[in-house]
Structures are given as C-alpha cells and as structure tokens.
C-alpha cells in the first residue's frame, strides 16, 4: 500500500497546511486529502509543487508500506 507522509514531513518542518497551500496555490481541500492520506489517486503537478516547495523527492512524500505495519500485526517469518 501507497500512503502519503505529507503530516510527518510538515510536522518534522514546523510547517503548517495553510503555509503550503499559500506558497504553493494548491488547494486547501486536496493538501487536506494528502495530508490525511486520503488520496485516491496522485496528481503529478500536485506532486511536483509539494516536492518542489518541501525540498523533498516523490519518494519521501510517497512510500510504500505493507498493510500489516500499518496496523501493528506482526508478520510471520519466512
């Protein structure tokens, strides 16, 4: 799974999602949509300007994570 580390990334630079959204003109609803990890699909220009305005590449913004870590669920080992 996809998720969207925009909170984590703002949060570890004091930045606010109205900073974002004024620096960067994207809107308020769809930095809410990132920043809650709600996306249901990502917008290459959205991307561009948060990666660009943050100083960070797709990959720090976007990682993917097995469903199992999100919930805390221990895996067995192979």
């Known amino acids: 799974m996809i ?3 925009l909170s984590t990334i703002l949060g570890a630079k004091r930045l606010k999602v109205s ?5 960067t003109g994207i809107a308020r609803a769809t930095l809410d949509r990132y920043y809650n990890d709600r996306v249901k699909s990502f917008d290459r220009d ?3 300007k948060l990666c ?3 100083q960070v590449k797709p990959g720090d913004l976007l990682v993917e994570v097995e ?3 999100l919930f805390g669920v221990p895996t067995a080992a192979h």
């Open 3 to 5: 998720t969207c580390r």
């Open 46 to 48: 959205v991307l561009g």
């Open 19 to 23: 900073d974002v959204c004024r620096a």
């Open 52 to 54: 660009q305005f943050l």
């Open 67 to 69: 469903q199992a870590d």
